[in-house]
């Protein structure tokens, strides 16, 4: 089982690109989320959907834009990037509605920002 | 901010020793989370322990609550290299529909 995939692993973007990083998930998961990954920040959650058709802001979710394509696809967009934005982003699912259930993790997708 | 703080940020012990992370959170929680994180890779989930539960055992881990602490601690045994990672506890506090919160980490080394 591929459980959750994300794509791409590396990326270099300059100031201003836009860029979308995608997610799937083949566990048939109700929800979905999106962290990034900071150097002594723990995880932040960005945004996340409880249920196809539905997205909600996180902590962070300022430049950020979300679509929950369909049940397996969650994909996280960044605009107009910006350095701020270099982080390790990681997509993940549970089973469960809210945050009842244990989160399966992608392997994450390195972003930098110049 | 964040909701749950691990203690110590880093460990280091040599193999076969026990080693025991604490983790502190600020409001009342559904349920906490322990993930292991290998370093380059995603986190993956190792015990949840709900609001009503004092203590949980999964192989060489345990486990504990205390909510009237507004704490828990991960202890794993006989430590083995194949344990050095990073371990975050994780919170749903109640309230919050989706958000489970991450600490920042205890970072364990487990040396020969």
């Known amino acids: 089982n591929a459980g959750v995939t994300q794509t791409p692993k590396f990326q270099v973007l300059k100031t201003g690109q836009s860029m979308t990083l995608q997610c799937a998930q083949d566990m048939n998961h109700n929800s979905m989320y999106w962290y990034r990954q900071d150097p002594g920040m723990g995880l932040r959650l960005i945004y996340y959907s409880a249920s196809e058709g539905t997205t909600d802001k996180g902590e962070v979710p300022n430049g950020y834009n979300v679509s929950r394509l369909n049940k397996r696809e969650f994909s996280l967009r960044l605009e107009s990037a910006a350095p701020s934005q270099t982080s390790v982003y990681f997509c993940a699912s549970s089973r469960l509605a809210g945050a009842h259930g244990e989160l399966f993790f992608g392997e994450g997708s390195r972003l930098t920002v110049l | 901010s964040q909701q749950g703080e691990e203690d110590p940020q880093a460990l280091s012990i040599q193999e076969g020793e026990n080693a025991t992370m604490n983790c502190s959170y600020k409001t009342s929680i559904n349920n906490l989370q322990w993930y292991r994180q290998n370093s380059g890779r995603g986190l993956v989930h190792l015990i949840l322990?709900?609001?009503?539960?004092r203590e949980k055992h999964s192989g060489r881990l345990r486990v504990t609550l205390d909510t009237s602490k507004k704490s828990s601690s991960l202890l794993i045994t006989a430590s083995r290299a194949a344990d050095t990672a990073s371990y975050f506890c994780a919170t749903a506090p109640t309230g919050t529909a989706s958000k489970l919160t991450f600490g920042t980490g205890t970072r364990l080394q487990v040396t020969l």
């Open positions: 322990i709900r609001s009503n539960e």
